[in-house]
């Protein structure tokens, strides 16, 4: 880890290695990452932001735009970033070939790309992905951007990863019905509508625009991009109206502010500075906010290890005879439910410090 | 815990300037389809590039797949390369247009196994399942 942390050609060896032990035993987080005796020593990023949104959408290219323009503004500053593309459920083999279009940065040593199998793991991201942000803000990443697998209509994992979610849509890929449904279209602080130089990226982005104006105004800070609320009625006033705090007003589970939505072409690298102060400004308005938010996501981590270590270690307990066929009879003949039998036998084990059978 | 061993990460990559990228991507497929995780980092790379990328990723061995000719200096350079970043232990090995006589040659300098046209996609599967669990 120390290794990791130092300048000079072996440490990107040493990080990389720290990400591949992490990948393949995430169990082993604490015992590598102990860096600093104090929270507050350990560095941490000003900003993780998730990209997602379907296959061929552009993520990738505009991942490696947005890595441009955030170097070409902060030079001394390092950016991560993690790209996951999906294994394969059949050999679970994977081309990983998000680097593609980002090789341009492969020289600069303020850049740290690394390419993740999603192995398996529903959701949009990897399993190893938490392990190589945590080693990417260890070595001093001020800015990590989380590049998902291609995403359909409901991976929305990484929005419980990154500070704030960008969604890249492309024109062509279904009506605006499309835009109704639940997931995707919740878990966006932005909409990139990417690929402006194409027809339809125009009525897509108008699109958008008047699905998110159906929902529920909440929070008032326009800035750069386009800001539904321009239109709305104006309260609460300025932006500093929004810091911390602002997350207890009704703005869904995820949102600060309203969204914003922005047409771009990464492919042509128009529209990219705009994605930048959008994403900037968010940083410095929410940028405590954020912290805490971490903060509470490890108590989610925690909750959510505690219910898969009880999962394993009740499945390994439950018995599939004893008493089990007289409960059918009673969920058959409907004096019971599935649920409260479960309920039953649980309590029951809990009580008596016995397996459930 | 998901205690499905996972195969080796490979990066595969095309220095040189053409652009024919037909036998990396066919690498690529097969690796995949035996379990391999592969990084594919396009084409006309350069081997600083590529052991950059390596590094970064922390593969346990890079393919080139070179076609110009210039495969003496290309290997040479990524595996002197490797060497300056303490990634020695990155395992090297190649295929294209390298005539047998040269192969000898490839090995002596450290490459690990060179596949020349009509190689198997089985024998190249045995041979990097041996190089990858060695690193591993």
Known sequence: M??????????????????????????????LLAVAPDEADTPEPDMVLG??????????????????EFRKRYPDERIGVIAV??????????VLG??????????DDGVFIRSLASRGHLGGLALGVRGVLRVMSVIGCKRVLIETVGV??????????????????????????????????????????????????DALYHQILSTLSLRPVQAHTPHGGVSLLDQCQAHGGEPGHDEPGAQKTEVSAYHLMQPDVLLVSALESHGIEKLADALEYRAATFGQTWRSQRRQRIHDDIRDAILEEARDRLSTTLGTNGTVSEHVRHILAGGETVQSVAAKLIRRAADRQEPIT | MNQVTHKARILIAKPGLDGHDRGAKYVAHILRDAGF????????????????????????????????????????????????????DIAVFGGGTIPPADVPRLEAMGVAAVFTPGSSAASIIEKLDKITAVGA
Do not use: C
């Open chain 1, 51 to 68: 990209i997602t949104g379907p296959p061929g959408a552009g993520k990738s290219t505009l991942t490696n735009r947005l890595v441009a």
């Open chain 1, 152 to 201: 359909g209509q409901s991976e929305v994992e990484v929005a419980r990863v990154a500070d704030l979610v960008a969604i890249v849509f492309a024109p062509g890929m279904g009506d605006s019905v499309q835009l109704l449904k639940a997931g995707l279209m919740e878990a966006g602080d932005l909409f990139v509508v990417n690929k402006a130089d194409r027809d339809g990226a």
């Open chain 1, 85 to 94: 593309d999906p294994s394969s459920p059949f050999t679970g083999g994977a």
């Open chain 1, 98 to 107: 998000d680097r593609v279009r980002m090789m341009d940065h492969a020289l």
């Open chain 1, 2 to 31: 120390q290794d990791a942390r130092r300048e000079g050609p072996t440490a990107t060896r040493a990080a990389g290695r720290l990400m591949s032990l992490l990948d393949n035993q995430p169990q082993r987080l604490s015992e």
């Open chain 2, 37 to 88: 995780e592969v990084i594919y980092t396009g084409i006309r790379r350069s081997p600083e590039q590529i052991v950059a990328a390596a590094v970064q990723e922390d593969v346990a061995a890079i393919g080139l797949s070179v076609l110009s000719g210039a495969h003496i200096e290309l290997f040479g350079r990524v595996l002197e390369l490797l060497k300056g970043r303490g990634a020695s």
